[in-house]
């Protein structure tokens, strides 16, 4: 892959979005969301961590490697994004929204 000029965001039109949604669903069957963020739970230092979830809002099992192919697909298209917070990646619409903030809303 080529090297983007500076100033060029890395995905600066739509359809890779959906084209990266369409890959994920492929890659994990029945999901719906996924959840990204670099603070794991279960570590000390900053760590890659997704959470994968169905159209019902269950939580899916996906095995280490796939959930680190995963997040990095969708750290790339959004390298200005705050990773410290988590991020919610929606696959029907490939839209990225910060989940910080929709569970502020919830009163959480």
């Known amino acids: 892959m080529l090297a983007?000029?500076?100033?060029t965001p890395a995905c600066p039109d739509a359809?890779?979005?959906?084209?990266l949604a369409a890959q994920l669903a492929g890659m994990v069957a029945g999901a719906a969301t996924m959840r990204v963020s670099v603070n794991d739970p279960k570590q000390r230092w900053?760590?890659?961590?997704?959470v994968v979830k169905d159209e019902?809002?269950?939580t899916m099992d996906l095995g280490r490697t796939a959930a680190r192919?995963?997040?990095r697909w969708i750290l790339r298209?959004?390298?200005e994004a705050d990773w410290t917070r988590?991020?919610?990646?929606?696959l029907a619409d490939a839209?990225?929204?910060?989940?910080g903030l929709t569970a502020a809303v919830r009163g959480r």
């Open 15 to 19: 359809g890779r979005q959906r084209r």
């Open 46 to 50: 900053p760590h890659l961590h997704a």
């Open 4 to 7: 983007m000029p500076i100033g």
């Open 86 to 90: 988590p991020h919610t990646f929606h």
């Open 95 to 99: 839209t990225l929204t910060r989940s």
């Open 69 to 71: 192919v995963a997040g």
């Open 77 to 79: 298209p959004w390298p």
């Open 56 to 58: 019902a809002g269950k």
